[in-house]
């Protein structure tokens, strides 16, 4: 029966836009079993990705609503549903694995759940993940702040102070990747405190103990500070973003999984690519350190960008000291969904789950 359960939640989380597949070895079961007890499992199996009463889930499975909603609440606390707020009423939803359930986590990480998330990744999730090029990826990379020229012609969706300064609520916690890494005896000297979450994440993130609340201008001191480390902006894939990465290419589980493709930007559907004048650059191989898809080169005497694989992240025109690098608009590139919701019924068209 419990294994009968759990099979059932792997499926109904694998239908969620972002999938949960199964791997040769059944190491997501193993995943499953320990974050749920059969009786969560069972709960979650019957949830819905839209937020609705513990009345309604309770109607659903035939529970006391009363029980159903106290059961609800603990199952939030550990990061395996979703909860949130509207007009004075608590609503509870279904929670993807990726991108949820696993960055709940983040405080509850420990060495062996970060081992099976790893042989998972590599097993079955990133052999789904991106199944053709072009296809919608929750997050996306947005350029730093210090490449950005006023010829760009930059929407608000793609500068960074622009978005911070729209949100009424940010928190800030870890980043699980990095959580990861160093319980994976790969710990990271970049800073650790730099994934954010906006509105009702934010909310979430800061009444369950998971994050800490900061204000516009704290945020961006962090942004600024990463920008000068040469991390990488990732927002999620909307023009209203609910969250925001900060990346580092040695623990990335995102940009790990971008690397593999022959051309990165496919994958993104990167809206900038960096470009080198040959006069400027005098070969010091800066850009050439920096850059997290191993997009340049030197070729006769001069730095040189495949714009297949510069996803456009700009960490390279931040650190060049001769000013010879620039980001160009590249172009037919698609703008993102207005809102979460509409990436995720894009992802699930993809997926064919829709």
Known sequence: ?????????QKHL??????????????????????FNPEEAEIACA???????????????????EETREKLMEMSRKGLIFRTERDGETLFSGAAFVVG??????????????????????EAFFKEWHPKVGASSFSRVMPVGKSITPDLGIKPWEEIRSIVEAQER?????????????????PCEKPMETCFAFGAGARFYIENGWAREVSREEALEIIDKCEGEGMVLSPSNAQ???????????????????????KPAMVL??????????????ACETCIERCPM?????????????????????????????????????????????????????????????
């Open 1 to 9: 029966m419990d294994t009968d359960v759990y099979r059932r939640l």
């Open 14 to 35: 694998d239908r969620l836009p972002m999938g949960f597949p199964q791997s040769e070895s059944g190491v997501e079961m193993e995943i499953i079993r320990k974050l």
């Open 47 to 65: 949830m819905d990705v839209r937020p609705e009463s513990p009345i309604a889930v309770a109607e659903r499975l035939g529970r006391d609503p």
């Open 101 to 122: 359930i696993y960055e709940y986590q983040v405080k509850r990480m420990d060495k062996d759940l970060a081992e099976k998330k790893d042989r998972y990744l590599k």
């Open 170 to 186: 940010i928190a800030v916690t870890d980043c699980i990747c990095r959580v990861k890494a160093g319980l994976l005896g790969r």
């Open 240 to 262: 209203a973003p609910v969250a925001m990465c900060i990346c580092c290419p040695c623990c990335c589980d995102v940009l790990h999984s971008i690397k593999r493709f022959p």
């Open 269 to 282: 559907n990167s809206g900038f690519c960096s470009e080198i004048d040959p006069d400027k650059c005098l």
């Open 294 to 354: 191993e997009a340049i080169q030197l070729s006769d005497g001069s730095a040189v960008v495949d714009d297949g694989r510069c996803i456009g992240c700009g960490v390279c025109v931040s650190a060049c000291p001769e000013e010879a690098v620039q980001l160009i608009r590249r172009e037919a590139v698609v703008d993102p969904p207005q809102r979460i919701g509409h990436l995720f019924k894009q992802m699930a068209v993809e997926r064919g789950k829709a």
